[in-house]
């Protein structure tokens, strides 16, 4: 599916991205993977993170 959001080149974003088990500790145990997976996906997509927070089952990021 398509979402409609605003594809301006240099825009920046906020978003928050929750795992579906409001109780778990995934993020934050598998911290080392989700570092490696950014890492990947910059390196294909690049992209600046400005800021993100990483809690146990949710994050908040900025990115341009």
Do not use: C, Q
């Not at 911290?31 to 690049?46: E, F």
């Amino acid at each position: 599916m398509r979402y409609r959001r605003a594809n301006a080149a240099g825009g920046t974003y906020f978003f928050t991205v929750n795992v579906a088990e409001r109780r778990s500790d995934l993020l934050v145990r598998h911290i080392d993977d989700l570092r490696a997976t950014m890492k990947t996906v910059k390196d294909a997509h690049p992209f600046a993170i400005l800021a993100m927070v990483v809690l146990p089952e949710h994050l908040h990021a900025i990115w341009r």
